[in-house]
Structure formats: structure tokens, C-alpha cells
């Protein structure tokens, strides 16, 4: 791999993987032993693009485990949450109560975090999230933390919200900003917590507003967006969301700079918002993973995933999943001595860069929130926001 790349596991010995192996293939032989991690986000719902964006980052690692015939074998099983908190909350028991099951990716979601933490406490069993980015669920402060089995190994929107607010109005002389939130627990804290503060400082906030998931006619937001000579509007939610407010705004006819945080980042936003993902700028506490892997390494991702371009999170599903990985290679087969080495371990980001989790889970080292920019119906890394 890169040399940046931190997995020692070989990627010859993984080309002799069948393809879609990760998730069905046996031990090869009585004297191996099993083990299960659970992979919860939405893979089906409005919002599935995170997941599935995500999914193959952690498709691929175990592959390239599984490839080095080692005596414990891993398998994967999806927990589909949706993105939400109220599905997650009846998943999320039923994930628990599998006892072959020694750890979770995930969540994707802030909120199917919240709602997973009473089973996953009750049972013991350690949590490594990908996205999932509210400050709360590792402030000890905060009665919905996820302590002692949260962890994560990206920043959080303490990080992110300040980025986006400067990535959006890059460029823009003193910026009029309009902030919109999805009042969901991941937009709402994004907006309200995490981008006024700096949009504040950089410029003036002439206008805000809250609109519901789900939300198909924002005729009222474009009036207010207009009326308000904002300059940058930012939208704290999801992709699907975002992309028929984007349209209306545009085809409202305002004209300036739209940009969204990390849950409207997904390989599907730009079909989903078509003419209007045009110069959409985005945040997220990702590196694409495709900038990391070499050619050769590339190509066998496609291989074992049948992804062709890896998409958001890929490159923090990996880093994950490797962290359950290297604590089963240490001789971690059980919930418990999964949650002590992952509470004392030394682990990887996908680009080689060493960390350890904090007593509450963020990670000590996390890569830098990147701007990215649609172009040409795709979206691209820009710079670090």
C-alpha cells in the first residue's frame, strides 16, 4: 500500500478472494475460529448514500484481513438503521443480542448513535463510528454521550462547523449568510453550534431558519433567502434534503453560493440535485480514499467491492474497521477485551497517521476537515477547508 497506508495486510494474498466473500465466507478450516462486526448506518431509506458510500471502506479492510488466512475469521452483517434515530433504537437490541457479534462500524448518524447507545451499553459492545460527528456524543457533559463504548476516528462538529462556515465564504467579500437547519440532532448543532459562531466573526448573519426532514416545498425559505440579500446560504441536514431546496432556491434565482456540511456529501447528492449541485460547496472530516490507495491498490478495491470510485468515508470506515481488525490480530475475541484494546490501543487513520482514543472516544489525531466543490455532476476535493 501507500506507504502512508497503515494495514499490513497484503493486497497479493487478497486477489485470491472471491468477490462479495466478506459478508458469506466460511472458516477454511475446523481449527479456525469466527467472529462477527456489525456494520450500522443507512444502507436503504432516503438517506442510504452515506452508508453505501461508506460500507465498502469496511467491505475492503476486512477482505484484506480475511486474505491473510489468519486463525480468527471476521465476518460482516449490515445493521440498516436508515439514519434514524427511531429506527435505530429497535436495530440496535437486536445487533446486541447476537452474541457473535464483538464490535460495531458505525453509526453513520448522530442520532442513530444516541438511540443505539442503551443496548449497546447494556451489552458491552464497543462502538468505532465512521461520520457519525455531534459533539455531545463524546462530551462528558452531555447525558446523550456514548461513554465508555463510543469512539470515532474523524473530528467532530466543533471542528467541522467552523471549516464549513470559512469554506463557504471563500472568496466572498463580507459574506451575508443565511443559515438553514434540517432540525435533526446532527443538522441543528451542525448550524446552530458549530457554523454561527464563525460566520459571525467572518461576516453577518441576515437570516435563519428550521425546516423538517422530509420537507418537499421550501417556497417560504427561497422568500426569505431572496428577501434577505443573503450572499451564502448553508444547509445543516442530508443530501436528500438539500438537493430539492438547492433546486428551489435556484430556480427561485438566487444566485449565490450554496454550500452544505458532510450529510449532504454523498456520491448521490449530485444526481439527486442535478443542475443545481453546480458549484455546491461541501465540508467533511474526510480524505478521499482514491488519493490515498495506489493505482494497484485502487484496482483491488474495485475488485473485492465492486466500487469503482470510493466514495465519503471510505477512507474513515476503513480506518475503523482496521481498529477492530488489529485488536482481533492482538487476540481480541471477546466484548470485553475488544473494549479494552480499543480503549487502550494505538491504531492507524487511513493515511498511515497514528492516534489513540480519548477517555471518551474522539480520536487524538484526525485528519483535517477538506472542502470540496460539484463539478461536471461530480464532486471534488478542493483544498482543506
Not at 478495491?301 to 465492486?306: D, L, Q, V
Request: proline share 5%.
Amino acid at each position: 500500500m501507500n506507504k502512508k497506508i497503515v494495514s499490513g495486510f497484503a493486497i497479493a494474498a487478497a486477489a485470491t478472494l472471491a468477490f462479495g466473500a466478506v459478508a458469506t465466507a466460511p472458516a477454511n478450516a475446523a481449527a479456525k475460529t469466527e467472529v462477527t462486526l456489525a456494520f450500522q448506518g443507512p444502507l436503504s431509506g432516503p438517506y442510504a448514500g452515506l452508508g453505501k458510500d461508506q460500507r465498502p471502506g469496511a467491505e475492503y479492510a476486512i477482505a484484506l484481513y480475511n486474505a491473510k488466512n489468519p486463525k480468527v475469521k471476521v465476518v460482516m452483517i449490515d445493521a440498516d438503521t436508515e439514519c434514524s434515530g427511531t429506527k435505530a433504537a429497535t436495530v440496535a437490541p437486536g445487533v446486541a443480542a447476537n452474541k457473535k457479534v464483538i464490535g460495531v462500524i458505525g453509526t453513520s448518524c448522530s442520532g442513530e448513535a444516541r438511540n443505539s447507545f442503551p443496548a449497546y451499553k447494556s451489552a458491552g459492545l464497543t462502538m468505532v463510528a465512521p461520520s457519525a460527528s455531534a459533539v455531545d456524543l463524546t462530551n462528558p457533559k452531555a447525558k446523550s454521550n456514548g461513554f465508555p463504548v463510543f469512539h470515532r476516528v474523524l473530528v467532530n462538529d466543533a471542528i467541522q462547523g467552523p471549516a464549513l462556515a470559512r469554506w463557504a465564504a471563500k472568496g466572498v467579500t463580507a459574506p451575508k449568510y443565511f443559515l438553514i437547519d434540517d432540525q435533526s440532532t446532527y443538522g441543528e448543532p451542525l448550524i446552530k453550534t458549530g457554523v454561527t459562531p464563525t460566520a459571525k466573526k467572518l461576516g453577518t448573519i441576515v437570516g435563519t431558519d428550521s425546516v423538517a426532514q422530509g420537507t418537499t416545498d421550501f417556497s417560504s425559505v427561497v422568500s426569505k433567502v431572496k428577501s434577505s440579500g443573503a450572499t451564502v446560504v448553508i444547509y445543516g441536514g442530508y443530501d436528500a434534503d438539500a438537493a430539492p431546496l438547492f433546486k428551489q432556491l435556484r430556480d427561485g434565482g438566487y444566485k449565490g453560493v450554496l454550500a452544505g456540511g458532510d450529510g449532504v456529501l454523498t456520491s448521490e447528492f449530485p444526481g439527486f440535485a442535478g443542475a443545481a449541485a453546480a458549484d455546491v460547496r461541501l465540508t467533511a472530516g474526510s480524505t478521499p480514499f482514491d488519493t490515498i490507495l495506489t493505482k494497484d491498490e485502487l484496482a483491488n478495491f474495485t475488485k473485492i467491492t465492486g466500487v469503482k470510485t470510493p466514495g465519503l468515508y471510505s477512507d474513515t470506515a476503513f480506518a475503523a474497521t482496521n481498529v477492530f481488525l488489529q485488536c482481533i490480530t492482538e487476540g481480541a475475541t471477546t466484548r470485553p477485551a475488544i473494549q479494552r484494546c480499543v480503549n487502550n490501543g494505538t491504531f492507524a487513520q487511513a493515511n498511515g497517521d497514528k492516534f489513540k482514543f480519548n477517555r471518551y472516544g474522539d480520536p487524538t489525531v484526525a485528519g483535517a476537515v477538506g472542502g470540496y466543490i460539484v463539478k461536471g455532476g461530480k464532486i471534488e476535493f478542493s483544498a482543506v477547508a
